[in-house]
Antibody, heavy 123, light 108 residues
Framework: QITLEESGPTLVKPTQTLTLTCTFS??????????VAWIRQPPGEALEWVAL???????RYIASLRNRLTITKDTSKNQVVLTMTNVDPVDTATYYC???????????????WGQGILVTVSS | EIMMTQSPATLSVSPGERVTLSCRAS??????LAWYQQKHGQAPRLLIY???TRATGIPARFSGSGSGTEFTLTINSLQSEDFAVYYC??????????FGPGTKVDIK
């Protein structure tokens, strides 16, 4: 059974750094083709893909946030960490981590999702 | 960046009806198109990928069609548990992976 769980602060102040952790089980980021993504959703709005890390350390970011984001993995702990610097109220959203279906052909599908964590940016 | 649009924004239907949702891509994505269902307060769930292949465990009343820039998700005989928001997602050209704005299916 595959599970993912997001953890981190639910309230951060503007200009602070946000660190979110995705702890997963049931799969390994050592598996060829595997990846884990972060996807966010502002209240009442649509889904927005944010970042993705692959089994081979390849990392991709949404261009609009690239200079504020870092995604890393700790394979031994089955964790993926997303760091976002200089947060703003517009970053208020539910942040989901999701397992990407293993693929070496560029197919990006999100098979399993965490329950999400609502992060509010406010002073 | 490939932009995705969906129509209508909201659809009010009665249980048992057939529902057709549309998704359009700003340029061809071939069949690299997925549909997700998101119920209130829950994470999204993958329904369809490759434009027309149902994901594991998805009931046969859900079907997808289309290719290129025009896609459709059809739900036959809508059940009470199908009231949700539906998002399309392209994975032809990335990054970024892009989602549509969603179509909300609610009770008439």
């Amino acid at each position: 059974q595959i599970t993912l769980e997001e953890s981190g602060p639910t309230l951060v102040k503007p200009t602070q750094t946000l660190t979110l952790t995705c702890t997963f089980s049931g799969f390994s980021l050592r598996t060829d083709g595997m990846g884990v993504a972060w996807i966010r959703q502002p209240p009442g709005e649509a889904l927005e893909w944010v970042a993705l890390i692959f089994w081979n350390e390849d990392k991709r970011y949404i261009a609009s946030l690239r200079n504020r984001l870092t995604i890393t993995k700790d394979t031994s702990k089955n964790q993926v960490v997303l760091t976002m610097t200089n947060v703003d109220p517009v970053d208020t959203a539910t942040y989901y981590c999701a397992q990407m279906r293993p693929s070496r052909s560029g197919v990006i599908l999100f098979d399993h999702w965490g329950q999400g964590i609502l992060v509010t940016v406010s002073s | 960046e490939i932009m995705m649009t969906q129509s209508p924004a909201t659809l009010s239907v009665s249980p048992g009806e057939r529902v057709t949702l549309s998704c359009r891509a700003s340029q061809s994505v071939s069949s690299n198109l997925a549909w997700y269902q998101q119920k209130h307060g829950q994470a999204p769930r993958l329904l369809i990928y490759g434009a027309s292949t149902r994901a594991t465990g998805i009931p046969a009343r859900f079907s997808g069609s289309g290719s290129g820039t025009e896609f459709t998700l059809t739900i036959n005989s809508l059940q009470s548990e199908d009231f949700a928001v539906y998002y399309c997602q392209q994975y032809k050209n990335w990054p970024p992976v892009t989602f549509g704005p969603g179509t909300k299916v609610d009770i008439k």
